[in-house]
Every structure is written in C-alpha cells, then in structure tokens.
C-alpha cells in the first residue's frame, strides 16, 4: 500500500527477528524524566549502563532480536522509528494490555519519555497530560497537543481536547510525536498523540472482565471479521463501573466502537463510528492541610453540592487513501468526521456568590457539534517525497449556564438546577495549508522541511444580556516552518547508528473559554489575548543493535506571550499574556533484552521550564487587579524538574511473565508564585500474565497486577493555579487488578 520499504527504510535489516521487538518495544514505551539534579548528573547513570551494555559478549546479544517497527505519525511516509528526524515513541498493544484495565492513556503512556500523563482518579476530570511542559497549566481538558483516533481529531479548533472515549482495547498501537516537529498537524506547541486501530484481517471473538480495587469492575466484548471481497469490521463495547478510593468519586462508564473497512490493491476506506456515555461524581482538590492530614478525604462542599459531572458523545469519521499506479503523482488521501458531544457539570458555588448579576451560574451545560476534513496528496518528484494538503475544522458550542440552586432561605436546595444565569453559541473554525518535503540529497543524509499557515477565527454570539453583551470576534493567523535532518553513521545487519536535528516553530491559540471575558469587566471578547508562539529546537541520537535500542534526545523551546491568569471575580476568570518561558530539557529511552525471555525498559527524563520576567498574576477570589507577583525564574505550574520510569520483566513459556515496574517524579509546582508544591514521589508495582491455550484455536490471557506497592500517600495530579487553594489530588493507594480476556473464532 505504501512505496516499497525497500526504498524508505534506510537503516539495519536484523538478523532472526525471533521474538517480536522487546527491546525496541520497552523502548518505545518509556516516559518521563527524573529528578532536580544537573543535566550531566542526570545522565550519568544513564551513560554508564549503556556504556557497560556496550561490552556485553557478543555470544549473549545474539540470543536476542530486535525486529523493525514502523511509525505513521509525522513523516510523509510511513516510516521506521529510528529514521525519523524527531523525537517519537510507540506504546504497542502487549504494552497497552499489560499496563492495566484499558481504560486510561495513563496507564500505558507513562512509558512515553518526555510525556506527563497523570490519572487524576477523578472521572469528572480528564486525564493531565503534558509534553515537556507543554499543557501542564490545563486544569480541564488536554491543551497544547493535538489528539488523533483512528486519523479523528479529538482536539477542537481551538486547541483543547479530551481523550476519554480511544478505543485502548481495539487499538494496535498508540504513537506519540513530542514537539512540533510536523507541518501535518495544526495548533498544538507540544506534539501529537495518535491512536492507531488495529487491523481489520483476522477473525477474532473477544470477551474480558476486569476486577480491581475501590470497586473496579468492567466487561468488554469484541468481534472482528473479514468479510471478503476486501470488507472487514471491527465492534467492540466496554461498560464500566467504580466506587472509587475517596468520596464522591464514584464514576461509570459506556463505550461502543465500530470499524468497518475496505481494501484492495489500490484502495483503503476506513469508516469509524463510536459513543461514549459517563456520569461520574467530583470529589474536587484537597487544600495542602486537607492533604496532610486526610489525604483520602474530600472537599465537603464537594458533598455538599454533589458535584458532578454528565457527558456523552457520538462521533464518526471516514478515511480513503488511493494509490496511483504511475506519474509524479503518488498517493491522495482524504479523512472527512462529525460529532456531536454535551456535558453537564454541576459545581460547588455558593448561592451567595452567584448573586453577582453577572455570574454565569453554577452549573455548565453545552451541546457541542464539530466536524472536519482533511485532504493530502502525496507525489514523488525524483528524489524528493512531496506531501501537499488541506484541513478545515469547526467547532459549534451551544452554551447555557444555571443557578445550582433552588428556593431560598430553609426551602434552598442545592446542587441542583436553577434558573437560567447564561446563554450563548460559541464557535471556532480553522484553515490550514500546509507541505512537508523529505529528500536524500546523498546516502547518509535525510532532509525535511514544511510549512503550515493558517487562520484560528473564534467568535460568540450572547443571547443572554441582562448581565452585558459579551459577543465578539477574534482571527489568528500564523505560519510554522520545520526542519529536520538524519545523518546515518553507522548501518549494517547487526547495528545501527543515526544522529537527528529539527527545528520548528509552535502556535497554540487560546481556548474559547479563555477568551470568554475581558479583564477590565466590560462586555465583549478578550481580543487582547494573544497567542502563544514557540521556537523550538531538538538533536538527538537513536542507536540499535540486535538487544539493544536507545533514543536520547535534548530538546529547548522557548515561547513568546505565554497565558496565565489575569482576574478572577464574579465567576468569571480573564486571562493575560505574561512573561516569556524557556523548557529545556533531556530525555532517554531504553529497551535491552540480554537474553531470550529477560529484557529491561528505562526512560529519564529532565525539565526546566520556568518564567523568563516578572509579571503579577491572582491568587485568590475575589480578584479584580492582579497583585500578587511571579518572579522571574520561577518554575511553570504544574511542571518537575524530572520523572523516570524502569521495568524489569522476565518471561518463561510454561509460567507466564514476571515484571516489576519503577515510577519517580520529582515534586511539582502547584502555582506560578511557587508557594506550593506537590512532594515528589516513587511508586512500584508488580505484575503477572499468561496466556493459556484453550483448544479449538481459543485462548484465555490472565493479567494480575499490584500497584503502589508500599502504599505511598502522593498526589497523583494537581489543580493547578486553583484559586481555592484546592490543588492537590491524592493518587491511589495500594491497588490491585485481576483481568481476564479470551479470544478465538468458532
């Protein structure tokens, strides 16, 4: 389907892939950092592991294969890991199976260097996700990356997404890009994740129960089929249910998918349907002093008001790649999708707060309608891979707010909903152009380079106005250059060796909502709000050999007009752009397997993203002036210094696979001024899995694991920036999982 991998894979063909890429698996799998300490002193341990790894007798190595694996995300054809000129990590299904129940990225993705994916244990909250301190200020939602299903944006317009319904258990592989480092994306300054589905040719029934502490319990179900004629599907369910380790955290939820494809020779149509259905209990941010003293309590306005959350979503897509069979022209491809999403969320406001005639309410209630295309054309023009396209996105919210209260007085009921306190259609559209060119110009050497341009249009329309019209209009426009470059210095059947350089610039534009309100209190669009801009550079190293694969890379970004809070008063949060930031850091992933059925992951990590001036910002409520100072050189909110991330796993034919896993993160900023800090943490885990023949060509695949091992109290994520002072969110404590899945055909 794609030119041949004869042509593009310009790096080592591995002898006797034996067993499949354990070592280039626990590789690609790795996360985040690790600790404060200087940059030399961070690799130090690193080195001297991978320079003892060099002197392993060649007689043990040979007992280990390293096989090839191919990434879709980033470059203008598919391509090996290692022949990438950027940072890029896979997370496989093996991987993704064996981190847990499927239900979050953050069990899996912790695995992915440079990547911050923190389970908040709050249902109604997405997960906290970050790239290199990019999206770390989020407090809902997932900013400053792009988000792909099956080639569906899961980001809207204006930059903010969610990841709640990817299909972990229908998926091959999750690929994630750290930067950006691709033209082929929109506005984002932190990368790409992408969910890639599996494929659609093997007959398979599915069937899987889950259980676990606080109440874990899940059923899943899967059929895929080819149908012949080139047709195959895919369906798949999952319900599940937990009672959570704190109060108020209670949470279920529904997930259907369906994938129906058709292939020939020169053709591929993938269409994607899937719904999503969760309600789910809030049991908020715990203060520091709540924290410490009970750190597996909850916030009691949280069971005062019965926060909580309600959201559903229906969404489908379609993509057809053709190829052609001669002519400059290679390759077109076109994904087109639509969606429909609403949330409900009710919050914990005080009554007397939303007095403020222009306080929009203490419940959130939108509908949302999105939809999109994306159309590319893929030439060959001599020695140069040419990609062109087009991609049109559009978001309409229909936004309504209500009192979380009724009556007054002895007859006042809370947590409930009220009367009408705000009304408006939210929309944001974006257009882009962009090309990307991949070229040779001589053997050891790959160059890349691309441009993306285009215009961000948000605007409101207030049908509400007994509290001030709050309509208004706001375009940005930008253009991202990028470059890359490989140079191949060593290639042969055992070993390879290839060094990697890119630069590119970053865009990332302000949500809707935090263009809702100006600061000054007057009605109208934020129009003062600008974007922020990023210049961001890499070079990197990727070494293979036969048991060994290794990425390190050293990345800096620095971003122009970074947002941050302006004012906070009357239920309405402005924002400003501030102080120039600097991320800097260093990122290493390794997989190693000495010996057939024994293999080791390991990914370090080190983050310095901190304020470049001095600017003031609030620190409370009520907020109308900014008067609390932010030094220069104070650490992002929400960012650490490090995180690291090892597993050692051992695999027998006869007694299954044993593993222990390592996670450390060092402490993070909870607020801009710096005056609070989650302590940092190390966490360990077991686990236990085989697979068991049936008969009959069915199977039966037993997972057990053990997390926090030793019971550590830590907080797992943060609210960050909180303006209750609410920031901390307790992790789980020890928890164990018992899953089962069987698979076959009749």
């Known amino acids: 389907m794609f030119r041949d991998l004869n042509n593009t894979r310009r790096v080592v063909q591995v002898a006797q892939a034996a067993e499949p890429n354990r070592a280039e698996r626990a590789l690609q799998a790795s996360p985040a950092p690790a600790g404060a300490l200087p940059l030399l002193a961070s690799l130090a341990v690193p080195l ?30 598919q391509r090996r890991v290692e022949e990438a000129p950027f940072a890029i990590g896979v997370v496989d299904a093996d991987d993704l199976r064996s981190a847990g129940p499927q239900i979050n990225l953050s069990e899996s993705l912790v695995r992915v260097p440079g990547l911050v994916i ?7 909250q997405d997960l906290q996700i970050s790239s290199r301190g990019f999206g770390a200020r989020a407090n809902f939602g997932v900013r400053g990356l792009r988000l792909y299903a099956d080639g569906i944006p899961a980001s809207g317009p204006d930059g903010q997404g969610q990841v709640s319904h990817f299909d972990l258990m229908g998926a091959q592989r999750v690929e994630v890009l750290r930067g950006p480092f691709s033209v082929l994306y929109g506005n984002s300054s932190g990368g790409v994740i992408s969910l890639v589905g599996a494929p659609l040719d093997k007959a398979e029934m599915g069937a899987g129960i889950d259980v676990g502490s606080f109440g874990l319990r899940q059923l899943r179900a899967s059929v895929t089929a080819p149908l012949g004629e080139g047709f195959g599907m895919r369906l798949g369910a999952s319900a599940m249910a937990i009672d959570g380790f704190r109060p108020q955290s209670e949470a279920e939820r529904k997930v259907a998918h369906l994938t129906l494809g058709w292939q020939n020779a020169t053709d591929r149509v993938r269409v994607v349907v899937n719904h999503f259905d969760q309600p789910a209990l809030d049991p908020l941010g715990l203060s520091r002093a709540q924290f410490e003293t009970d750190p597996y309590g909850v916030a009691p306005v949280a069971t005062q008001f019965n926060v909580r959350k309600e959201a559903t979503q229906l969404q489908a897509g379609v993509s057809w790649r053709h190829l052609f069979v001669s002519g400059a022209l290679r390759e077109s491809q076109v994904a087109a999708y639509t969606g429909d999403r609403s949330v409900t969320q009710w919050l914990a406001i005080a009554p007397g707060t939303q007095a403020n005639a222009r306080h929009g309410g203490g ?19 001599g020695p140069v891979d040419l990609l062109t396209g087009l991609a049109l996105d559009r978001q309409h919210d229909d936004r309504r707010g209500y009192a979380n209260f009724t009556g007054t007085g002895a007859s006042q009921v809370v947590g409930v909903t009220g009367s009408l306190r705000r009304q408006e259609d939210n929309h944001a559209d974006s257009r ?36 001030g019209d709050d309509s208004g209009r706001v375009d940005y426009d930008y253009s991202n250059p990028v470059a890359g470059l490989r140079w191949t210095l060593l290639r042969s059947r055992a070993e390879s060796l290839q060094l990697h350089a890119s630069v590119a610039r970053g865009f990332e534009a302000p949500s809707l909502g935090e263009l809702a309100y100006r600061g000054d209190g007057t009605g109208g669009f934020n129009t003062a709000l600008k974007p922020q801009r990023s210049r961001q550079g890499e070079i990197g190293l990727k070494w293979r050999r036969a048991d060994l694969a290794v990425d390190v890379v050293a990345f800096q970004a620095r971003v122009s007009d970074e947002i941050a809070t302006l004012t906070n008063a009357g239920g309405r949060s402005s924002f400003q752009n501030v102080a120039d930031t600097t991320r800097r850091g260093v990122e290493l992933a390794m997989g190693w397997q000495p010996a057939a059925g024994l293999r080791g992951q390991l990914a370090v990590s080190t983050l310095n993203a901190r304020y470049g001036n001095a600017f003031l910002t609030c620190s409370g409520i009520p907020c ?30 006869g007694q299954g696979e044993f593993a222990v896993e390592w996670r450390a993160v060092a402490r993070t900023a909870a607020n801009d001024t710096n005056t609070e800090f989650a302590p940092g943490y190390g966490l360990a885990a077991l686990r236990w899995s085989r697979d068991l023949a049936l008969g009959a060509g069915w199977k039966a695949e037993l997972l057990v694991r053990v997390d926090n091992l030793f ?21 789980a404590p020890r928890n164990g999982l018992v899953a089962l899945r069987l698979t076959g055909w009749p």
């Open 48 to 77: 001297a592991v991978l320079s003892w790894l060099a002197l392993w007798p060649a007689e043990a190595r040979a007992q280990a294969a390293v096989a090839e694996q191919v990434v879709v995300t980033g470059s203008v054809v």
């Open 624 to 653: 109308t002036v900014p008067s609390t100072p932010v030094a220069a050189g104070n650490r992002i909110a929400g960012t650490q210094s490090g995180s690291a991330w090892a597993e050692l796993a051992w695999k027998s034919a």
């Open 363 to 381: 419940v959130i209630d939108f509908d949302r309608s999105y939809s999109g295309v994306d159309a590319r054309l893929r030439w060959s023009l």
């Open 118 to 124: 923190n389970n908040r244990s709050n249902y109604a």
């Open 711 to 731: 019971d550590r109290v830590h907080a797992a994520s943060l609210i960050v920036n909180d303006a209750n002072g609410r920031f901390y969110e307790t992790g």
């Open 432 to 467: 882009d152009v962009y090309a990307q060119a991949e070229w040779s110009p001589v053997e050891p050497l790959m160059l890349s380079l691309g441009v993306r341009t285009g215009r961000v249009a948000m605007r409101s329309e207030d049908a509400y106005l007994s509290n």
